[in-house]
T-cell receptor, first 114, second 108 residues
């Protein structure tokens, strides 16, 4: 079965702790994305990666970090510098090819910082 | 700046038709997407328009007017399972800019 997986679905952390969210895909997609979704707002781009070992900041990268060591994996670390980390985090990937812009999403991780 | 507007919430009756509008002002345009998102779940792709006109896909249709910066999603023969949020997103310079979504409530 091909798809995008994110784990865990729910995550609780204490304030001041770093936490890493997992995103894995076996679709052979080159591009991967991390979004944050808050109630009443559109999805906001945190980081994206078009190819292995390369990634770019999105609109709200402060307080987050990523790595892209393998094509299949794009983990997101929420650091203690992120002022308001409680949110729903969505990972997405996009098939290769310039004319294919559709992004496909994983199930999401809901992070709650206590 | 870049801006996408959708109504926050709409209510419709099972079996009826509903039209969800989306207006946009973006620095570039390479297509417009509609996604469906059930509560607590990930968005799923519904449609993509890059040229003006209507794209029909079963009970769902999506329309685009690039000159007016306007799109709509038309849902026919509404079913209770259509209760969800509908997200409009514009591909602007190969980045997706997202609207806040329209929550659609279906009543029996």
């Amino acid at each position: 079965d091909g798809g995008i997986t994110q784990s865990p679905k729910y995550l609780f952390r204490k304030e001041g702790q770093n936490v890493t969210l997992s995103c894995e895909q076996n679709l052979n997609h080159d591009a991967m994305y991390w979004y944050r979704q808050d109630p009443g707002q559109g999805l906001r781009l945190i980081y994206y990666s078009q190819i292995v070992n390369d990634f770019q900041k999105g609109d709200i990268a402060e307080g987050y970090s990523v790595s892209r060591e393998k094509k299949e994996s794009f983990p997101l670390t929420v650091t203690s510098a992120q002022k308001n980390p409680t949110a729903f985090y969505l990972c997405a990937s996009r098939p290769p090819g310039l004319r294919t812009d559709t992004q496909y999403f994983g199930p999401g991780t809901r992070l709650t910082v206590l | 700046g870049q801006n996408i507007d959708q109504p926050t919430e709409m209510t419709a009756t099972e079996g009826a038709i509903v039209q969800i509008n989306c207006t946009y002002q973006t620095s570039g345009f390479n297509g417009l997407f509609w996604y469906q998102q059930h509560a607590g779940e990930a968005p799923t792709f519904l449609s993509y328009n890059v040229l003006d006109g209507l794209e029909e896909k079963g009970r769902f249709s999506s329309f685009l007017s690039r000159s007016k910066g306007y799109s709509y999603l038309l849902l026919k023969e509404l079913q209770m399972k259509d209760s969800a949020s509908y997200l409009c997103a514009v591909n602007s310079n190969y980045q997706l800019i997202w609207g806040a979504g329209t929550k659609l409530i279906i009543k029996p």
